[in-house]
């Protein structure tokens, strides 16, 4: 059996669920009556401006409402309905990359955020339902643009900076955007960088629906300019009003879309709701990571995936906390950069992804004990799973061995948390995600609702709808269907199914075991396997392909890709075919590993049998049955190719 390490008794005393008997009460209750506990929390949480009439409207399942008619507005939830007491309080504190800090206090953040929203409006004549993409740094000027959105009830749509001019072309047009929101650049590693330029190249044919494009100065490099596309943030910005009423907007209304890969080449706009999704986020914020008082919160995500929309903004602010908004790398100057800045700021909920902790494990064992840390209350992780190793580090050097450490389990389209400890109640194994979070119904299950036994992994799926849910693909609602409900009936009811294998053991402990559609997951960046397919295959010199991923010590996993060439290409392969990623999708998209093989092992109805690929990639001998393959010969050739690749 793992070892288990009980909650600290000095942090449970004041926690908000401080017991495993509160936990299982609160869980009972939602059993009981499920939407009376959440009326109960929306009543509380969120400010209303006209009371919503239902709770939980099934009649058109999937497409689940909540908090039907309600009005509220998620700015006002984040900024206004703080300012009475918490005017002074800082909500963003800003480190850049060379050090420069800057407290931005709620009331400053009003003023920047109301300001935001009057440009919006009165310059690029932004309206609610508009969309607007972000291709944005991390500076607190991404933060006030999403906050502007929400004000007026424009959906955002952030594309990370990594990705590349062709693949932020792709989602601007998926979205018709009408208003592009960047910088000229940043700070990384002491050095500037440019964004500008890509933003450039994906409107170089322009895109219809593009009208303007509003550049926030950071680095001040030079960069192109295209009259009348281009609009200057710094110089624009002065002259707009403080003040700006928000837009009531109704619960059901999108509040952002982000762009997440799947098992079919093109990624999916995932839609988020207004009212459900920031009752979540701030629940969980309070739930999960505890805050209370002058806690400062830092999660080191970026603002491009959905850990930075729920937990670097609308989870922090909604809950009044001080959130830390960081725009370097942990490892810059040194490994110790992390635990420099807890110390500075007295960070007390420190927030990251296991392929961080694993890189400052490594490059940096000794740096935590340089530094003081006693401000740590709660330590979590978040996107992969994490290496008991790993934990272990993070839990002794880290948080010496007094901090509870929240594995949560989540995704782009839960919203938030679903499966976490709680920090003051759950006695937790290391590298588990425990239990699900009061009101979540995750269950493991066979296809056709069947509880799985102790220790086997089955599918891990959300047997209830919840209030942060994705409520569609945006444009694609069959598609949404299809994705998320189409795989696993409990009850006679299609259930929401995670797309993830997990397994519990005898005291109800949840382990994640990871993907179990053609997902891949690199350095907790979620990468459709088939993604990367469809654009090696367009190169002329590619047959056939096929991407799996392998088991990486710092990456957890990383990308390996088989190719049947045709034609002699007289060129690298790898160098080639990895600009070419790097073009379409971006550098996270490039493989560590690609093999020219003499062909694929498929079935006789021409299916590729993965299985067999990602052995191999592992280096495992292969022990499935290959006799039903067309070819069962390719195997032997294929291991001989990956040995002398
Ligand atoms: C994986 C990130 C193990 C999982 C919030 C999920 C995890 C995918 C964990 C979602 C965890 C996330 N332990 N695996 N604690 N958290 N995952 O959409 O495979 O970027 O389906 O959301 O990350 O990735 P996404």
């Known amino acids: 059996m793992k070892e288990i390490f009980q909650p600290n008794p000095a942090f449970a005393q004041h926690a908000r669920i401080g017991s495993m008997e509160a936990y299982h009460s609160l869980m009972n209750k939602a059993k009981d009556d499920y939407e009376g506990f959440w009326a109960e929390y929306a009543d509380e949480k969120i400010e209303w401006l006209s009371p919503y009439n239902k709770v939980l409207d099934e009649s058109n399942a999937p497409f689940y409402q909540w908090f039907t008619d309600g009005k509220l507005n998620v700015s006002n939830q984040c900024i206004d309905r703080h300012l009475a007491d918490k005017g002074d309080k800082t909500a963003i504190l800003f480190e850049g990359d060379r050090g420069d800090v800057e407290k931005i206090t709620y009331r400053d953040l009003s003023q920047r955020v109301n300001q935001f929203a009057n440009l919006l409006k009165n310059k690029f004549g932004i309206k609610k339902g508009d969309r607007v993409v972000l291709y944005m740094p991390m500076i607190p000027e991404a933060a006030y643009a999403m906050l502007a959105c929400a004000r007026i009830g424009a959906i955002h749509s952030i594309v990370f900076g990594g990705f590349s001019s062709e693949a932020l072309r792709d989602r601007i047009e998926d979205a018709t955007a009408k208003l592009i929101i960047t910088a000229d650049g940043a700070y990384r590693k002491g050095k500037p960088y440019l964004l500008k330029p890509v933003v450039d190249e994906a409107l170089q044919n322009p895109v219809e629906s593009v009208e303007a494009v509003l550049v926030v100065k950071r680095n001040n490099e030079e960069i192109h300019w295209e009259e009348g596309r281009d609009h200057d943030y710094n110089a624009l910005i002065g002259d707009e009003s403080d003040e700006c009423a928000f837009e009531p907007m109704d619960s059901e209304d999108p509040l952002f879309l982000l762009y997440t890969s799947g098992s079919t080449g093109k990624p999916k706009g995932v839609q988020h709701s207004t009212a459900g999704y920031i009752l979540w986020a701030q629940m969980t914020m309070e739930w999960v990571f505890d805050v209370q008082g002058d806690d400062v919160f830092w999660c080191t995500a970026d603002i491009g995936w959905i850990t930075g929309h729920t937990y670097i903004v609308y989870g922090p602010l909604a809950a009044g906390t001080t959130t830390v908004m960081f725009e370097g790398v942990p490892t810059y100057p040194d490994a110790g950069r992390a635990w420099k800045m807890v110390e500075e700021h007295k960070i007390s909920q420190f927030y990251t992804a ?16 340089k530094y003081d840390l006693s401000s740590l209350k709660v330590l979590g992780t978040v996107g992969e799973p994490i290496d008991p190793p790993a934990w272990i580090w993070y839990h002794e050097a880290v948080g010496g061995g007094k901090c509870a450490i929240v594995d949560t389990w989540w995704q782009t389209e839960t919203g938030g948390h679903m499966i976490s400890p709680l920090p003051g109640a759950t006695p937790i194994k290391p590298a588990c995600a425990t239990y699900p979070l009061p009101g979540i119904m995750a269950e493991i299950i066979d296809k056709d609702g069947n509880p799985k036994e102790v220790g086997e992994t089955g599918l891990l799926c959300i047997t209830k709808p919840w209030p942060s849910m994705i409520r569609t693909i945006w444009g694609d609602p069959q598609r949404y269907e299809k994705s998320y409900f189409g795989d696993a009936v409990k009850d006679g009811k299609p259930v929401y199914f995670s797309g993830d294998g997990a397994n519990m053991d005898e005291e109800g402990y949840i382990t994640i075991t990871g993907r179990m559609d053609d997902v891949i997951n690199v350095s907790g960046h979620r990468m ?10 367009e190169d002329t010199y590619v047959a056939e392909v096929a991407v799996v991923g392998r088991p990486h010590d710092i990456k957890g996993e990383s990308i390996f890709i088989y190719i049947v060439l045709k034609g002699d290409p007289e060129k690298d392969m790898k160098k080639h075919i990895n600009s070419l990623l790097a073009e379409y999708i971006g550098n996270i998209a490039k ?45 032997a050739q294929i291991e001989e190719a990956v040995k002398n690749a």
């Open 528 to 537: 459709g396997t088939a993604e990367i397919e469809a654009v090696v295959n």
């Open 354 to 369: 296991p392929t961080a902790i694993r890189v400052l494990h490594k490059m940096g064992e000794d740096e935590p004990a």
């Open 591 to 635: 493989a560590d590993d690609i093999v020219v093989v003499p062909g694929l092992p498929k079935t006789r109805s021409g299916k590729i049998m993965r299985r067999i690929l990602r052995s191999i990639a592992k280096g495992e001998a292969i022990t499935q049955d290959t006799s039903t393959l067309e070819d069962p010969a390719v195997v």
